[in-house]
Nanobody, 126 residues
């Protein structure tokens, strides 16, 4: 499985961006796709995830109601629509995929994911 993240950029506070995570290879083996982010000097943190086996979406409290994760099964792409962006959303955003049927408590852990994209920079100016 290969993942290609894109869509980052510079945006003013209150603006929007849409990130894309395009998967290739054994995409039928992917059960969960997650988005994580890492700001300078901070640990990588969970942002959102989509679980294919339950068609469910999960969000970190810090982004709930502002970010939306969605999937285009035809294009094998998962999107992260980010609205009402804040300066504290500034980070490198990574998409990740798991080939395991993760339980809900596991989707928040970066160690649970098998494949990672290269990251895309999101910068929100105040």
């Amino acid at each position: 499985v290969q993942l290609q993240a894109s869509g980052g950029g510079l945006v003013q506070a209150g603006g929007s961006l849409r990130l894309s995570c395009a998967a290739s290879g054994r995409t039928d083996s992917i059960y969960v796709v997650g988005w994580f982010r890492q700001a300078p000097g901070k640990e990588r943190e969970f942002v959102a995830a989509f679980r294919r086996q339950t068609n469910s979406r999960h969000y970190a409290d810090s982004v709930r109601y502002r970010f939306t994760i969605s999937r285009d099964s035809v294009e094998n792409t998962v999107y992260l629509q980010m609205n009402s962006l804040k300066p504290e959303d500034t980070a490198v955003y990574y998409c990740a995929a798991s080939t395991s049927r993760l339980i809900v408590s596991s989707i928040y852990r970066s160690a649970a994911y098998d494949y990672w994209g290269q990251g895309t920079q999101v910068t929100v100016s105040s």
